[in-house]
């Protein structure tokens, strides 16, 4: 019996040649075995398929993996080549994912191992993928941030002024990025930054100043002195930011007081009014004043060159001029009563006149008729 049989040991026998490896021709085409062969039912032997997997994961199985018998085929495996390329294809995709696209109004901020190390202008840029990061930063465009309530909101943004008053202020602060790296790694939070330097620097620059020129007429210089002194604060700071303006918004007193701070500036309106009013009265009266300086002036010398006419006739016929002068002192001091002509001959006695024949004639009233010795009339 072939179990007893020493020289064929095993139930089926001996096993065959070379642990299975036979005929190749018989390996793969799955033709007869040996007397010892394995057949279709057989299980596979473990050391070979051991052997095989060590040397597909070693990457020095070249071809297909060899089997013993009919059926022992696992099937293809990748070669070593197509492996190399497919690593090679990985590598180059991931190099190539660290390239940086930086646009027209952007920089590129690298950092390595979270350290800033080197930026990038607007092109092309490289940085490691993994080992280091990029950032894009954009630089050009004006950011705006609001400091107190927008015109005609309900919040208020209450600051002393120099002269001891309150005013409720409110403005936009415009700025820009000008440096990345210190924009990112300098300061923690940019808006926040910005907005309490806005602000510190509005009320140094408003504590400085009364309150009528802040709310009226120096509101561009205001502007220009904040603006000047938040760029010197972010210098300090190495923020790597540009204060491109400031403008205010807003400026007023606080609510609650609205209604007495306009009775306030209507009676400051109406005392400017009233002191323009007197002033060009004033101006109105001096001119008349000079005027008339000039006309008595001119009257003053008028007389005088008359005056020196008259010397000169009185000097040359002095009785003659007497007489004249006397004539027409009385023509002006007669001109406007009655009039009373007197004969002084034969007069022994002074004659005593009314008062009421020097007053004005009136029309309405008939004139008296007095009459004197010597024939007066």
Do not use: C
């Amino acid at each position: 019996m072939p179990w007893n049989d020493n020289v064929n040991p095993g139930p089926w026998g001996s096993p065959p040649p070379n642990g299975g490896k036979g005929n190749p021709e018989n390996r793969q085409t799955g033709g007869p075995r040996g007397p010892g062969g394995r057949g279709p039912g057989t299980p596979p032997d473990l050391n070979d398929l051991q052997r095989r997997l060590v040397e597909w994961l070693r990457g020095m199985n070249n071809g297909a993996g060899g089997g013993g018998g009919s059926g022992g085929g696992t099937g293809g495996l990748p070669s070593r080549r197509i492996l190399t390329l497919g690593a090679g294809a990985l590598a180059a995709l991931f190099f190539a994912s660290g390239f940086i696209v930086v646009g027209a109004r952007q920089e590129a901020v690298v950092t390595t191992f979270g350290a800033w190390t080197r930026s990038y202008n607007p092109g092309i840029g490289y940085h490691l993928p993994i080992i280091e990061r990029a950032e894009k930063v954009d630089i050009t465009t004006i950011r705006e941030t609001q400091i107190g309530g927008a015109p005609g909101a309900e919040v208020e943004n209450l600051m002393l002024t120099g002269d001891e008053n309150i005013v409720d202020l409110s403005f936009t602060v415009q700025w820009r990025v000008a440096n990345p790296g210190r924009y990112l790694f300098n300061i923690d939070d940019p808006e926040k930054t910005i907005e309490a330097v806005a602000e510190s620097a509005m009320r140094e620059i408003v504590g400085r100043k009364a309150l009528d020129p802040i709310i009226s007429r120096d509101r561009g210089q205001i502007q220009i002195e904040v603006q000047t002194l938040m760029q010197e604060i972010l210098d300090s700071y190495q923020a790597g930011i540009i204060i491109e303006g400031v403008q205010i918004s807003d400026a007023g007193p606080p609510k609650e007081v609205v209604g007495a701070f306009r009775d306030v500036n209507n009676a400051s309106q109406n005392a400017e009014s009233f002191q323009n009013e007197a002033r060009g009265k004033a101006a109105e009266i001096r001119q008349q004043a000079i005027g008339y300086r000039a006309q008595v002036v001119r009257e003053a010398a008028g007389e005088a060159a008359r005056f020196n006419q008259v010397y000169e006739q009185y000097r040359l016929a002095p009785g003659v001029t007497r007489d004249r002068l006397y004539i027409e002192t009385m023509e002006r001091v007669l001109a406007a009563s009655n009039k009373v002509i007197i004969d002084g001959k034969g007069v022994t006695a002074p004659i005593v006149l009314s008062p009421d024949l020097f007053k004005p004639r009136v029309a309405t009233t008939a004139q008296p008729q007095v009459r004197s010795q010597g024939g007066a009339q």
